[in-house]
């Protein structure tokens, strides 16, 4: 995951590599809540993946990115940039980027 301070922000850095997903930071807000917000329970049980697929779906978090266990992960090659000395494979988690 990578924050950034503006949507135009990850649009530059990205420097025309296709992104993997793209949230304002508000939401990964809203997603940690309903992903963790009952961790501390004392009932507690692991979310089945149709519980957090659901999750997603309800915070309007659509389309291949956000599919869980459908077909294989996509991962990305982030290219060196700047003083970067090499690129790094990253999977789709990391491809995230937030913005303020």
Not at 13 to 23: D, F, H, Q, Y
Not at 69 to 74: A, E, I, T
Request: hydrophobic share 45%; no cysteine.
């Amino acid at each position: 995951m990578l924050l950034f301070r503006s949507e135009d922000h990850v649009i530059t850095w990205l420097a025309g590599r296709a992104p993997g997903a793209t949230i304002p930071v508000t939401k990964l807000a809203e997603l940690a809540n309903a992903w963790w917000g009952d961790r501390l329970a004392a009932d507690w049980r692991p979310h089945t993946r149709e519980q957090n697929q659901a999750i997603l779906d309800g915070l309007g978090l659509t389309g291949a990115f956000w599919r869980l266990g459908v077909g294989p992960r996509p991962t990305y090659t982030l290219r060196p940039v700047g003083r970067a000395r090499s690129a790094h494979r990253v999977d789709r988690v990391a491809a995230l980027a937030v913005y303020a």
